[in-house]
């Protein structure tokens, strides 16, 4: 073999080895991650009005408008202490619901998004197996997400995060235009996701309004 054949075959082995390397540690990251990943340029985009609204305030983050960065800003950006029990990644309901669209058509809305996750079984075959009562630090992190057997019930494979949206998009149109954004970027690394958006958990600027109070003259 020739010295250039050998130098092929060496780039050739270095280049697969270089893309396999790449790949498997794609496969390894951490659902925070590509849940942070998935999040970032999401814009709703369901229904008629609800897709021109998310249109604008796309715009909007591009012209870095103050209104759309203060709802982008107020939406939750990388869920922490997960492993430590903490579901919730709250955001900023205040700065959200605070901000000021008065020359616009739209207006933010927050909303509470629940995302659950288990790896696949290609991913960590043991994930159904009983899990020991006291983890080693050598473990895989997916024993520690397992359902909690204990008194507390604490679930570590649940994250619930915060959106700040345009209010014209309802709870079904952020589900069919959410839900398949995050599943696809789980499905990548090997993870099965349930997305669930309930209206119970948005809330708008006009559902903040007191109500108004019925006022009677007396004329004496």
Known sequence: MTDSN????IFLMTSVLAVYSQSNFQSQLWVTK???DALDEYTPDGGIVCKRHGLEYREGLRDLKL???QMYDASSKFPTGILAGRSFDFGNFD???KT???DLELSPQYCIIS???LPTAKLYPNYNNITPSNLNPTDSV???TKNDSGLMKIQ???INTALCVPSSCSDSDIQTTLSPKIISAFHKHQLITTVTVNSIYCTTQQELQPPKLLGYRIFW
Do not use: D, K, P, Q
Request: aromatic share 12%.
């Open 6 to 9: 050998i130098m092929l075959t």
């Open 34 to 36: 590509i849940l942070s």
């Open 67 to 69: 209104w759309a960065i």
């Open 95 to 97: 700065e959200c619901l």
């Open 100 to 102: 000021v669209t008065t």
């Open 115 to 117: 995302i659950r996750f």
């Open 142 to 144: 997916w024993e520690s």
């Open 156 to 158: 570590r494979n649940e």
